[in-house]
């Protein structure tokens, strides 16, 4: 792996977490560090950081207030 790959990888601690979870991603960011972007899609995906999820997460909070909400009523 590149130094700028080791770089991006080990600064974001999700990032890190993930490819030593998945310790394939250090055989093929070898082979092609351009893969770095796929796998922190990849990393997105599996920890649900994506914009849906995250409007998702919200919706169900609000969701969860305004239940609260009606039985202090």
Known sequence: MDYITQK???SN???HRYIRENSYWYKMLNRNPMLIDK????MKDK??????DKIERLQERL?????????IE
Do not use: A, D, I
């Not at 796998?39 to 990849?42: G, H, I, R, S, T």
């Not at 920890?47 to 849906?52: A, D, E, I, M």
């Open 63 to 71: 969701n969860f207030v305004e239940s609260l909400l009606k039985v």
């Open 39 to 42: 796998m922190v899609q990849e």
């Open 47 to 52: 920890y649900k950081l994506n914009t849906g």
């Open 13 to 15: 601690n999700l990032l």
């Open 8 to 10: 991006k990888v080990f």
